[in-house]
C-alpha cells in the first residue's frame, strides 16, 4: 500500500487539491474513488430513484476527461475537474427533459451551487463525506441481500466496473450485471432512502454495512483464484470504506475492531507471496515485509476499539491478528493466547466450522497434533466444510506431523481436486513431492 | 528538425466500456508520451463533427461537418519532431492511442 491508498479515506480531498498540472500525475485510483463521492453526491441531490443519472453524468465526466486532458494536460485540480464536469453533465440532462420532474427547479438550483462550490471550502468538503457515508449505508441495507449489497457497493461506492467486479468473484459479467439491475430495483421497491440511520436501527444497519464491508475483504483476502492485482484492490476498498465510517460519528468500538483486523491482515499482503507467485505461510513470511504503516493503524484501531465493554467478532479477530503480529518471530508467537481468542470466537460465531478449522491449527500448537487431529475428525461431516481444500490442507500437515505420510499424501491429493488457486495448488504439489521424495530415499 | 503531425482518429464508444480505474490508467499513458522530448504540442479538437466548406459554381457554400461512413472521429493532434518518416514512425509506434485507435502521420513543410 502506497502512501496515496493510505490517505484516501480521510484526507484525499473530494473535489480535491490532488496533484495535477504540471506534474501530470494523478492521485492513485482518483478516478475510482471520485466516483464513490460524485455519484454519492449528485445521488443525494437527485435522490436515490435517480442514481442511474448520477451515474452516467460521472461517466460523461470522464470520459470528457479522456478526450480532453491527454492533449490539453491534467487541469490544476483534476478531482474538481470531475466534479464540475460531471455536475453539468446532470444540469443537461435534466434541462434536457430526460428526468424532468416537479422538483427539478430545486434541484437544478442545488446542482449549479454544487458546480461550482470551492474545493477548498471544509463545510462542503465535510457535506461530501457525509454524502459517501449514506451512500455506503444505502448500498449496504439489510433489507437487500448480501451479494447484492456487496456488488452495489463495489460499483457505486467503489468505482469498480461490471467486470472487474467479476473477476474479483469468478462470475460472469451478465450475472454481476444482472445483479446490480435487481439491487437497483430492490432498493426502489424498498423504499430505501440515503437517510442516514437512526439511533433505533443504527446497530443493524452498521451490522449490515459491516457484514458487507470484511466480506469484500475477505475474498480480497483469500487466495482464491481470479485477478491478483483487482482481489488487492479489493482489500484496499474495504479498508477504505471502514475507515470512512470509523471516522464518522456513527461509530462504534465494532467498525474500529473491524478496521483494526483489516489493516493489520492487509499489512502482510506484501509478504504472503514471493517472487515466483508461491504462497507462504503465515509462520515462514518475512516480517520485514510487513507494512509498518499499516499495522500502525491496525493498533490504533484496536486500541479505539477496546473502549466499550462490547467483544464482537471483529475484537476477537482483530486481537488474534495483533498477538501474530506483536511476536517478535515464529517462535515467540504466544499460541496459548490464540487458542484461548479462537474459543471466544467459536462462541461468539456460534460454533462455525470455519473457525473451528482454524482452532485446530492453535489446538496442534499448544497440544499437539494428535488432538487436533482429533478435533478435524469431528469436522469431516460438516456440509460447510466437504470439499473445502484447507480441511484436506491441515489433515495432511497434522497427518504429516505425525509420521503417516501416506494418508498425509491422500489428504493432499483430494485437496488438489477440491476448488483452490494455482499458488495453493503449487504449495499442494510441493507438499506431495516432498512425501514422494522420502519413499524414493 | 521537420516537425510531424499526428492525427488521432478513434471512435469514443470504445472508451465507454473502460473501467473509472483503466480510463484512469490510459490517460496516464496519453500523458507519460505526450512528456517526450520531441512532442511539440498536442491540440484537442472540439467533438462536434465541424463544417465543411466546398466551392459550388465558384461560390463556397459551409455545410455540417463530414460524416464518414466509419464510427472513427478526429479527436486531437500532436506534433513531433522526426528527422524523417522512418524516426516519426518509430516515435509513433508505441503510442497508446494505437490500443484501440488510428493514428496518421505527416510530414509538415516549414
Known amino acids: 500500500m502506497t502512501a496515496a491508498q493510505l490517505s484516501t479515506a480521510h484526507d484525499a480531498p473530494a473535489a480535491g487539491n490532488d496533484a495535477g498540472g504540471d506534474t501530470g500525475v494523478l492521485l492513485e485510483h482518483l478516478f475510482r474513488h471520485q466516483v464513490g463521492r460524485v455519484v454519492a453526491h449528485l445521488a443525494r441531490v437527485l435522490g436515490p430513484a435517480r442514481l442511474d443519472l448520477a451515474e452516467e453524468s460521472m461517466q460523461e465526466a470522464m470520459l470528457r476527461a479522456l478526450q480532453a486532458w491527454p492533449y490539453q494536460g491534467i487541469p490544476e485540480n483534476p478531482g474538481a475537474w470531475l466534479f464540475r464536469v460531471a455536475h453539468n453533465a446532470a444540469i443537461d440532462s435534466l434541462r434536457r427533459g430526460r428526468f424532468l420532474q416537479e422538483n427539478s427547479g430545486v434541484v437544478l438550483a442545488e446542482l449549479t451551487r454544487g458546480s461550482s462550490m470551492a474545493a477548498a471550502d471544509p463545510t462542503f468538503e465535510e457535506q461530501l463525506r457525509d454524502d459517501e457515508l449514506r451512500m455506503i449505508f444505502m448500498c449496504c441495507h439489510p433489507e437487500i441481500p448480501r451479494d447484492a449489497r456487496v456488488a452495489l457497493s463495489l460499483k457505486t461506492v467503489g468505482g469498480f466496473s461490471v467486470r472487474e467486479i467479476a473477476g474479483a468473484f469468478l462470475a460472469d459479467d451478465a450475472a454481476i450485471a444482472q445483479r446490480l439491475v435487481r439491487a437497483k430495483r430492490q432498493l426502489r421497491e424498498q423504499r430505501v432512502t440515503l437517510d442516514l440511520p437512526s439511533a433505533a436501527d443504527l446497530d443493524e444497519r452498521l451490522d449490515s454495512a459491516l457484514e458487507t464491508i470484511y466480506f469484500i475483504f475477505n475474498e480480497g483476502y483469500a487466495a482464491h483464484e481470479g485477478e491478483d492485482l483487482i482481489r488487492r484492490d479489493l482489500c484496499f476498498e474495504a479498508l477504505r470504506l471502514g475507515r470512512l465510517l470509523a471516522a464518522s460519528s456513527l461509530a462504534t468500538p465494532r467498525v474500529h475492531a473491524l478496521v483494526a483486523v483489516m489493516a493489520l491482515q492487509a499489512a502482510r499482503l506484501p509478504a504472503r507471496i514471493d517472487e515466483a507467485g508461491d504462497l507462504i505461510l503465515l509462520e515462514d513470511q518475512n516480517r520485514g515485509q510487513w507494512d509498518q504503516r499499516l499495522i500502525a493503524l491496525g493498533f490504533h484501531h484496536f486500541d ?132 514422494d521424495e522420502l519413499e524414493s530415499a | 528538425m521537420p516537425q510531424y503531425m499526428l492525427a488521432l482518429y478513434d471512435d469514443p464508444s470504445g472508451w465507454k466500456k473502460l473501467s473509472p480505474e483503466e480510463m484512469q490508467k490510459a490517460v496516464e499513458k496519453y500523458m507519460a508520451w505526450g512528456k517526450r522530448p520531441y512532442v511539440v504540442q498536442g491540440k484537442r479538437l472540439a467533438a462536434d463533427s465541424g463544417r465543411v466548406l466546398k466551392g459550388v459554381n465558384g461560390k463556397g457554400r459551409a455545410t455540417d461537418g463530414p460524416y464518414s461512413e466509419t464510427k472513427e472521429v478526429l479527436g486531437g493532434i500532436y506534433l513531433i519532431e522526426a528527422k524523417d518518416y522512418d524516426e516519426a514512425v518509430q516515435r509513433t509506434l508505441d503510442h497508446p492511442h494505437l490500443e484501440h485507435g488510428t493514428i496518421e502521420l505527416r510530414q509538415l513543410y516549414s
Open chain 1, 304 to 435: 479505539v476499539s477496546i473502549a466499550g465493554d462490547q467483544v464482537s467478532e471483529y475484537h476477537v479477530q482483530a486481537a488474534i491478528a495483533a498477538v501474530y503480529t506483536r511476536a517478535a518471530d515464529l517462535r515467540s508467537i504466544d499460541w496459548a493466547a490464540i487458542l484461548d481468542l479462537y474459543d471466544q470466537l467459536l462462541e461468539i460465531s456460534g460454533a462455525s466450522p470455519v473457525v473451528a478449522l482454524n482452532r485446530a491449527v492453535a489446538v496442534a500448537k499448544v497440544h499437539g497434533a494428535e488432538e487436533a487431529l482429533a478435533e478435524i475428525e469431528t469436522l469431516r461431516g460438516s456440509p460447510q466444510l466437504r470439499d473445502y481444500y484447507l480441511l484436506l490442507a491441515v489433515r495432511g500437515h497434522l497427518l504429516q506431523e505425525l509420521g503417516r505420510r501416506e494418508e498425509a499424501a491422500v489428504c493432499w491429493r483430494a485437496a488438489l481436486e477440491c476448488r483452490c488457486s494455482e499458488p495453493e495448488r503449487r504449495f499442494l504439489r510441493r507438499k506431495l513431492a516432498g512425501v
